[in-house]
């Protein structure tokens, strides 16, 4: 029988005073959720998501959870249209999303990026600005000044020139992050950024979703990891092929639900308050 655990927790902290001013002042631009309605995938014959319906906010950092081959990423995917849904329509200001794509920063697994691709940090986290600029143009000084700053917020200013095949697994993910700062987008997408990565990394990348989230950015974030991370999460998608519970995190997370996504006896640790 399988045995699900996390620990109890406290509630994670954010307040709007804390964050960079930047941030705090670009709050009013996305005010609006992704809509999910009856999405559907199949590879081949497998189906890998069945009728998922769920709404997720702006200015909420919100989880999609479940087991190993829940369909998880097949979510983020197919919202993206970097996989075809079978059914369904996926949202964004009344038009689906799939048309607004520059409106989105995606950071995909770490498996499927190309880590002996010669670029160097800065090359990386300039690539942000190519939608904005266009390819085979020079970057602005506002361009070289927004990749210095996102640079800067993960820590990886000293790190500018060194080729991202020579950063440790913690560093390539923040250079991604900052890429994605760099896009200056509504919607993040971040597939399982937290895996093989560092304490001191976790913390950064924490920090950084809370800041877009309290700016009224739309942050989704693949994770199946159900232990303390879990705790920086406002709202969940628990998924296993179908979805299995969707809202706050309090709401999603009982035992009834986690036994479902996960089965057997699940020990859970509420951290209602
Ligand atoms: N390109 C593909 N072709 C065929 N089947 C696929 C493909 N991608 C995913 N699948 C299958 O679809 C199901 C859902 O996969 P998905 O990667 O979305 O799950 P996940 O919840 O993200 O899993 P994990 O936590 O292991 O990354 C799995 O059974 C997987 O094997």
Known sequence: MKTVSYPKFDLSKRKLGEMPLEVVKSSANSAEAINIAHLGVHYRTQEA???VNCIIKPGRLTGIFGPNGAGKSTLMKA???LVPASRGTVLYHGKPLMQQLDKVAYVPQRSQIDWTYPAT??????MGRVKKTGWFRNF???SRQVAKSALERVGMTEYSDRPIGQLSGGQQQRVFL???????AEIFCFDEPLV????KTQSVVFQVFGELAAAGKIVLVVNHDLGESITHFDDLILLNRD???TGSRQQVLTEDNLSSAYGGKVIYFSDAA
């Open 243 to 245: 979805l299995i519970a």
């Open 49 to 51: 998501l069945r009728d």
């Open 121 to 126: 940090v800065w090359d990386v986290v300039m």
């Open 140 to 142: 602005s000084t506002v």
């Open 196 to 199: 093989g990565i560092d304490q």
């Open 79 to 81: 919202m993206l249209g």
């Open 178 to 184: 900052a890429r994605a700062l760099t896009q200056e």
